[in-house]
């Protein structure tokens, strides 16, 4: 599986992004998706992930309540809506894959990685 990440930006605090993740391989929908980020001098976390096999999802505290992830079987592609933004929320976001097809929140569980997406938010 590759997958192409998009849909970064510089938003203003309270604004919205829409993430998008493409990714090419017969097997996407057999893939559990996550949406990671990583922000400067720290460690790379997950931000939410949606299990291929139940559409449950997951999202970190810090996220809950502000952003819905998603995915469209048919165009191979899951998306991560981020609502009112917070400065705190700058980072590179990364999407990933993994067969597993439960929930998946330890990045070393992921086989596919994107190449990022820059995220900025203004105060």
């Known amino acids: 599986v590759q997958l192409q990440a998009s849909g970064g930006g510089l938003v203003q605090a309270g604004g919205s992004l829409r993430l998008s993740c493409a990714a090419s391989?017969?097997?996407?929908?057999?893939?559990?998706m996550g949406w990671f980020r990583q922000a400067p001098g720290k460690e790379r976390e997950i931000v939410a992930a949606?299990?291929?096999?139940?559409?449950?999802?997951y999202y970190t505290d810090s996220v809950k309540g502000r952003s819905t992830i998603s995915r469209d079987n048919a165009k191979n592609t899951v998306y991560l809506q981020m609502n009112s933004l917070k400065p705190e929320d700058t980072a590179v976001y990364y999407c990933?894959?993994?067969?597993?097809?439960?929930?998946?929140?330890?990045?070393?569980?992921?086989?596919?990685w994107g190449q990022g997406t820059q995220v900025t938010v203004s105060s």
């Open positions: 990933a894959a993994t067969s597993n097809p439960l929930i998946v929140t330890m990045e070393s569980r992921y086989d596919f």
């Open positions: 391989g017969r097997t996407f929908s057999r893939n559990t």
């Open positions: 949606i299990s291929w096999i139940s559409g449950h999802t």
